[in-house]
């Protein structure tokens, strides 16, 4: 099935409206337009990839529309990559956009202002907490019913303002450009993490999308009660209760989401399965999820743990990889990590296993305190020990400035 392009049909019905960073719809689409033609002086063409390694914001959000202007599929390149890394991501791509595309390029005569819904649209890589980025390959179509499922969930007006600080050439940040084009609204992009910045933008905003770090630093600075605010939607990583009840607290509410690229994106949001997304729990446990947006079709085998609810709201448990085996026992580490942040003195913590000669696997953990803030090893353990059976309880706690993570957010265990 083709469409109109999202661009061009936000274009026609809201041209004046703010797109991105300031960039009305009319704007970026005469910009996508010249960007295309850039592109196609350079060799692009439809169905070619290309790269785009900028840092979010505008000019990305130009390079991204002048790629499905040409026809072209889009590759996002976190530009903060070692050459090695990047190599392997833009492997197979015609060319590389690292550098804002000329806004007086002649278009070219003919530009793809329409979607065909079952065709690729971008190349999306991985956050590889565990191993080297996978591309998956979503298409138009997987774009469009993760854009609509999370309306449904959350609700996507005309006057919608979404702030976003996550990174661009990941699936979480790559999403509010798009879902914010298909509804003709306004996504706000911060090009690197800064709290200060994201105060200033939350005052304006209706929805920001955060990890879990990112949330505790704006509550420790002090956020509260944001007056147009619909909710956080709190992902990339499991989110600690006490962080919970700390936002909670702070009048600043909340919506958990559980999501993978292969799904592009959300597969479950305040619990619940995205709209006309089928969410299942294999006999071992594992999530398996169904649905138009599942790259490639079929079952998507998520490599997580879970379970259903008698309503069939999900509960997400660890991933299964991450299960430590000791003495016998399986131990979810999101389990003791959500044990340990509810001690006063713990902003966050991970937990993986250890080669153990006794055990087979030791539950070890490492914890970062919050600022000012003190405690021992022995009263952690002990802490969890009040909560947890005793084969969950760290056989040693480290205490580190932060934890190792990946761009999207992600806890990097490989690296503990």
């Known amino acids: 099935m083709v469409v109109e392009s999202w661009l061009a049909r936000a274009t026609r019905t809201r041209p004046q409206h703010e ?12 910009r996508a337009a010249a960007g295309a033609g850039a592109l196609a002086a350079a060799g692009a063409g439809p169905g ?33 990559l070692g050459p090695e ?33 079952d065709a690729p649209a971008a190349i999306v890589h991985t956050s590889g907490s565990s191993a080297r980025p996978r591309p998956v390959a979503l298409t138009f179509g997987n774009w469009l019913w993760s854009a609509l499922g999370s309306a449904v969930a959350l609700g996507h007006g ?34 690197r993490w800064d709290t200060g910045r994201a105060l200033e933008e939350l005052r304006d905003a209706t929805l920001v999308s955060l990890v879990p770090t990112m949330l505790g630093r704006l509550l420790d600075a002090g ?33 958990t989401t559980y999501g993978m690229t292969e799904a592009c994106s959300q597969i479950a949001t305040g619990g619940w399965p995205l709209f006309c997304t089928r969410v299942e729990i294999a006999a071992d446990g594992e999530i398996v999820v169904r649905g138009p947006t599942v790259a490639g079709g079929g079952p998507l ?3 997580d743990l879970g379970r259903l609810d008698a309503d069939g709201r999900l509960e997400v448990i660890g991933r299964k990889a991450d299960t430590i085996i000791s003495g016998g026992e399986n131990v979810a580490p999101a389990e003791v990590e959500a044990a340990l942040a509810e001690h006063p003195a713990v902003a ?44 969950k309880v760290p056989k040693a706690v480290a205490f580190a400035a932060e934890l190792p993570r990946t761009e999207s957010g992600k806890v990097l265990r490989r690296a503990l």
């Open 19 to 30: 797109a991105v960073n300031g960039i009305t719809y009319a704007e970026l689409r005469a």
């Open 48 to 80: 070619d990839r290309v790269g785009i390694a900028l840092a979010p914001g505008a000019e990305f959000a130009v390079a991204l529309h002048a790629a499905w202007a040409l026809g072209a599929v889009a590759v996002p390149v976190d530009p903060r």
């Open 85 to 117: 890394d990047r190599a392997h991501v833009t492997a197979g791509c015609r060319l590389v956009v690292d550098a804002p595309l000329p806004a007086d390029a002649p278009a070219p005569a003919r530009l793809a202002w329409a979607h065909d819904l």
């Open 158 to 191: 005309p006057g919608e303002r979404w702030l976003s600080p996550l990174p661009v050439s990941h699936v979480g940040g790559l999403s509010v450009l798009v879902r914010s084009a298909i509804g003709a609204t306004t996504a706000r992009v911060l090009e």
């Open 223 to 255: 956020w509260r009660e944001p007056p147009r605010l619909r909710t956080v939607l709190l992902g990339g990583a499991p989110a600690p209760p006490a962080l919970l009840a700390r936002a909670r607290a702070a009048g600043v509410p909340v919506t």
């Open 301 to 303: 085998h998520t490599g």
């Open 348 to 391: 966050e913590a991970a937990v993986h296993g250890r080669p153990d000669p006794e055990w087979g696997e030791a539950v070890v953990a490492t914890v970062v305190l919050r600022p000012g803030a003190a405690a021992t090893e022995a009263e952690l353990r002990a802490h969890v020990a009040a909560r947890l059976a005793p084969y």
